[in-house]
């Protein structure tokens, strides 16, 4: 059992929480999961998540910065920890629902 597709994810900046919609590659196309995990959850697993605060503006010039308005999830990391969390936490893998 696997995740094979994050759908949707969003941060909750005020909650400290990521609600992540996906599917595991035993789901059907209708069928997807909806979790709210906490940071500290992933945190406590050894993933940081969120992305850094700022990007380069161009790539090839590492000095110039801009800030982000907002924090971003690093999609691979929480790819990763939900995998690793779920085969930890089977009992917190959440039933699917049809779309």
Do not use: C
């Amino acid at each position: 059992m696997e995740i094979q597709e994050l759908i949707f994810f969003y941060l909750h900046e005020n909650i400290n929480t990521v609600e992540v919609h996906f599917r595991l590659n035993i789901d059907s196309e209708e069928e997807m999961r909806t979790d709210f995990i906490s940071l500290n959850e992933a945190s406590d697993f050894g993933y940081e998540i969120i992305m850094e605060d700022y990007n380069s503006q161009d790539e090839d010039d590492e000095d110039e910065f801009y800030w982000l308005e907002s924090p971003s999830i690093d999609e691979d990391n929480l790819l990763i920890f939900l995998n690793e969390y779920y085969v930890i936490n089977p009992d917190k893998l959440p039933k699917p629902e049809f779309n």
